[in-house]
């Protein structure tokens, strides 16, 4: 698996961690959550205005980013992807909650 040469040193930091996690590596899952936890969170939080939701959304991101690892791009930033799944699911939950 090729990396984009002109990632930052944490990018690279990252891919590292995923290519471990995506070869089943429990200890590389739990680094890229401990480094994007509450950014994720705090994001979240500014878009649904509540704290649970947004403890419930961080979980669903982090479930799902974990899930389709295989799906990320090297090419670009893991924290990209991993906020744009989160902005999604906040989207989602507010759309469905504004049904």
């Known amino acids: 698996m090729e990396i984009y040469p002109n ?3 944490n990018e690279r930091l990252d891919n590292e961690f995923v290519i ?3 070869s089943g590596v429990e200890e590389a899952f739990n680094q ?3 480094r994007y936890k509450f950014a994720i969170y705090f994001m979240l939080l500014k878009m649904v205005t509540n704290r649970t939701e947004a403890e419930n959304l961080t979980i669903e ?3 799902k980013a974990f899930s ?3 799906q990320y791009n090297h090419h670009a930033a893991f924290s990209t992807w991993l ?3 989160a902005y999604n699911k906040a989207i989602d939950h507010l759309q ?3 049904l």
């Open 68 to 70: 389709e690892i295989s």
């Open 61 to 63: 991101t982090f479930g």
């Open 20 to 22: 471990a996690a995506h």
């Open 83 to 85: 906020f744009r799944i």
């Open 32 to 34: 890229l959550m401990n």
């Open 7 to 9: 990632l930052s040193g």
């Open 96 to 98: 469905n909650r504004a």
